[in-house]
């Protein structure tokens, strides 16, 4: 079955990079995404990157996969204290279901 | 920007009791799903909704829930006879199309308590 990982804890200083990783089982996993939960708010989709590519860029953020290793990551330029959330790492196999992480909480101190 | 929106926002149930949770997805999206995480544990993966009909369900969507698309905006996902341990955040999410590049939006969930 479909599993995904992620370090549980981030914590950040307000300016630097963040770099949040996730690796996953599943090897016929055709998208993986990157959700942002606020307190007390749903999940917000940051971006998504398809299997057969190693890089996508969108402002501040950058995603980079290396499929070899099922290994993924989400790097935050610049972190701002508006950047203080829960990160989740998911991604599917078929076009139904999302499986997630358990979330990395970044806590960006100033 | 559309956004998938959720009531109640907070849903306190005897157990033992139905409940009903509502979500109106995206207006032009035709793909439905309903998630729940429990306290502490990941977001877990309960159905997805097409054309009116089941798509795909998980281990955790027993006899005792179902969805309903009961007119053209709602989305509605019951639980028959509630136990403790369906308490829970539930998430409603939809999506455009068919094809994982149609990434699914989700609302604020619902949380649900069972007493």
Not at chain 2, 72 to 86: H, W
Request: glycine share 6%; charged share 20%; with cysteine.
């Amino acid at each position: 079955g479909e599993d995904v990982e992620q370090s549980l804890f981030l914590s950040v200083r307000e300016g630097d990079s963040s770099v949040i990783n996730c690796t996953y089982t599943d090897s016929s996993s055709t998208y993986l995404y990157w959700y942002k939960q606020e307190p007390g708010a749903g999940l917000q989709l940051l971006t998504y990157i398809f299997s057969n590519m190693d890089m996508k860029q969108d402002q501040r953020l950058t995603v980079l996969l290396n499929k070899k290793d099922k290994h993924l990551s989400l790097r935050i330029a610049d972190t701002q204290t508006g950047d203080s959330a829960i990160y989740f790492c998911a991604e599917t196999a078929n076009d139904y279901k999302l499986s997630f992480g358990a979330g990395t909480t970044v806590t960006v101190r100033a | 920007e559309p956004e998938v929106t959720q009531t109640p926002s907070h849903q306190v149930t005897q157990m033992g009791q139905e409940v009903i949770l509502r979500c109106v997805p995206i207006s032009n999206h035709l793909y439905f799903y309903w998630y729940r995480q429990i306290l502490g544990q990941k977001v877990e993966f309960l159905v997805s909704f097409y054309n009116n009909e089941i798509s795909e369900k998980s281990e955790i969507f027993d006899d005792q829930f179902s969805v309903e698309r009961p007119d053209g905006s709602n989305f509605t996902l019951k639980i028959r006879s509630t136990k403790l341990e369906d308490s829970a955040m539930y998430f409603c999410a939809s999506s455009a199309g068919q094809g994982s590049s149609q990434p699914q939006h989700f609302g604020d969930g619902t949380r649900l308590s069972i007493l």
